[in-house]
C-alpha cells in the first residue's frame, strides 16, 4: 500500500505564492508517475500537472507559466510550486501516484492523498 500526505496549503492573496509538498510512504517501488490535481466546490476533478518516470513534467494550460513541478531524486517527495495565484484557483488540491501510464486523467491513478485546501482571494 501505498500513503501519500499533502501539506503546504493555505491561504494567499491574488499574486502570492504557495508551495505545495507530497510525501509518498509504504510500498512505493515502482511509482514513477506521481501528479496534482485540484477539485472546487461544485466543479470535477480536473489535473494540474504531472511528472513521469522520466521527470518529465506536463502541465495544464491555465497553469503554464505559473506553476512548477518538481520532486526528489528518490522520487518519494512531490512539489507544486504556485506562483501568480489567482483566485480561480482556489480549490481543493490532491497528490496522486501510480504504477502505470503517466497522464492527466484522475481515473488512471490507483493512491490519493487527503488533499489541501488553496483559497486565493482577490
Known amino acids: 500500500q501505498v500513503q501519500l500526505v499533502e501539506s503546504g496549503g493555505g491561504s494567499a492573496q491574488a499574486g502570492g505564492s504557495l508551495r505545495l509538498s507530497c510525501a509518498a510512504s509504504?510500498?512505493?517501488?515502482?511509482?514513477?508517475?506521481m501528479a496534482w490535481f485540484r477539485q472546487a466546490p461544485g466543479k470535477e476533478r480536473e489535473g494540474v500537472a504531472h511528472?513521469?518516470?522520466?521527470?518529465?513534467?506536463t502541465y495544464v494550460d491555465f497553469v503554464k507559466g505559473r506553476f512548477t513541478l518538481s520532486r526528489d531524486s528518490a522520487k518519494n517527495n512531490l512539489y507544486l510550486q504556485m506562483n501568480s495565484l489567482k483566485p480561480e484557483d482556489t480549490a481543493m488540491y490532491y497528490c496522486a501516484a501510480d504504477r502505470g501510464d503517466c497522464s492527466g486523467d484522475h481515473r488512471n491513478f490507483a493512491y490519493w492523498g487527503q488533499g489541501t485546501q488553496v483559497t486565493v482571494s482577490s
Open positions: 509504504g510500498y512505493t517501488y515502482g511509482i514513477y508517475c
Open positions: 511528472i513521469d518516470a522520466l521527470d518529465r513534467t
